[in-house]
């Protein structure tokens, strides 16, 4: 069987560090490993028009936004398929296929639904686009029989739902066409889900605690230095705290051992520097400032691609359309497979129209 990633990000904004360590940074290196047959990147237009419908202008102008920020991160038009979600039509076509196999109340007791309902305070009236979401998703993982999924542990929830519509649908059709898909976490857990620089739970557009991929050097810098750390690191003689620093959890989700070489060759490792922190005698800003250099070091390529490519904004346009026609021919075949074991694909069977014609010849 081909292994095939499917994965993606709602265009409601610029991309952020959060989304480069929990998915990002990981489909650039299995991009690169040469281990995947293939790669499709979506841009969820569709998706996130469920909880933006009346501001349209926002998804729409955010495109060109997600599409710099994919290509400025280092992933290749040439090989992972980028493409638009509202322009492949056969989704929206298998996710009402789908429908007739989830009840109401299995997409309410989904974790994820649950909590992004109560996020955007849709308790009262929810917008049947959103609380659908579960099934939308799986019709964008099965239509191109993604079996590799990399995203964040949010999101196994709904990987599960799709894992149960594909055997729901396999054993009512009694077929093998739809595969099922694996979630792939990232391997640093400091990177399931970074937090926002106020040390919020969640890095989050909507709470201005993102550092954006786009972000300027200094603009970083800014951020970076009025992070939360611990409230109680009063003088740098005090011992200082880890858990909830969130200073710490961006070393351990950017830090390498070379880089102390670099740029602070006071410590052999990031263990040592939590050690010395623990005991007292560090201060938050030296530590800040470390981390700054790291991120900078880690940013700076991806802000300079991104300006050359920005320079030639038709060119981006031409991959996405590029890869919406690619991406479409792979979605009809698997549809034209899905209405096959349904038995609704009534002009291509033969089969059906010469027992329908023996029949009235009887």
């Avoid at 996130?48 to 991160?73: C, G, H, M, W």
């Avoid at 898909?181 to 391997?187: A, F, M, R, T, V």
């Avoid at 691609?305 to 698997?334: F, H, M, N, S």
């Avoid at 074991?341 to 089969?351: G, H, L, P, R, W």
Wanted: aromatic share 8%; proline share 5%.
């Amino acid at each position: 069987m081909a292994k095939t990633i499917l994965t993606g990000d709602r265009p409601t904004g610029k991309l952020h560090i959060g989304h480069y360590v929990g998915s990002l940074r990981r489909r650039v290196e299995l991009q690169n490993s040469g281990e995947f047959d293939k790669i499709f990147i979506m841009i969820a237009d569709a998706q996130a028009l469920t909880d933006n419908f009346e501001n349209p202008e926002k998804v729409r102008q955010n495109i060109i936004e997600v599409a710099l920020d994919y290509l400025s991160v280092g992933l290749d038009p040439k090989v992972s398929t980028l493409f638009i979600q509202s322009q492949i039509p056969e989704l929206t076509e298998l996710s009402f296929y789908y429908m007739n196999l989830v009840t109401v109340s299995r997409l309410q007791r989904n974790p994820t639904v649950k909590s992004e309902i109560q996020m955007r305070n849709f308790e009262a009236s929810i917008p049947v686009g959103f609380f659908t979401y579960p099934i939308s998703q799986a019709a964008d993982i099965t239509l191109f029989k993604g079996n590799v999924v990399p995203v964040g542990e949010d999101q196994e929830p709904m990987i599960e739902q799709t894992r149960e519509i594909v055997r729901k649908f396999n054993s009512v059709y009694n077929t093998d066409v739809l595969v099922e898909p694996e979630i792939l976490l990232p391997d640093n857990k400091a990177c399931l889900r970074l937090p926002g620089t106020d040390g919020k739970a969640k890095m989050s557009k909507s709470l201005g605690n993102c550092i954006y991929l786009s972000d300027p050097e200094e603009e970083v810098r800014k951020k970076v230095m009025s992070m939360y750390t611990d409230p109680t690191h009063l003088k740098v003689s005090d011992p200082g705290h880890l858990e909830g620093n969130t200073v710490f959890t961006y070393l351990d989700a950017f830090c390498k051992p070379e880089h102390f070489a670099e740029y602070l060759p006071d410590y052999e490792n990031l263990d040592e520097l939590k050690a010395h922190y623990q005991r007292g005698g560090l201060g938050d800003v030296k530590v800040k400032k470390f981390l700054f250099a790291v991120m900078q070091e880690e940013l700076s390529p991806i802000r300079a691609r991104r300006a050359e490519w920005e320079k030639d904004i038709p060119a981006v346009y031409e991959i996405l359309q590029k890869g919406c026609e690619d991406a479409r021919a792979v979605g009809q075949q698997t549809l034209a497979e899905v209405k096959d074991a349904m038995k609704i694909n009534y002009f291509s069977d033969a089969e059906l129209i010469r027992a329908q014609q023996e029949k009235y010849n009887a």
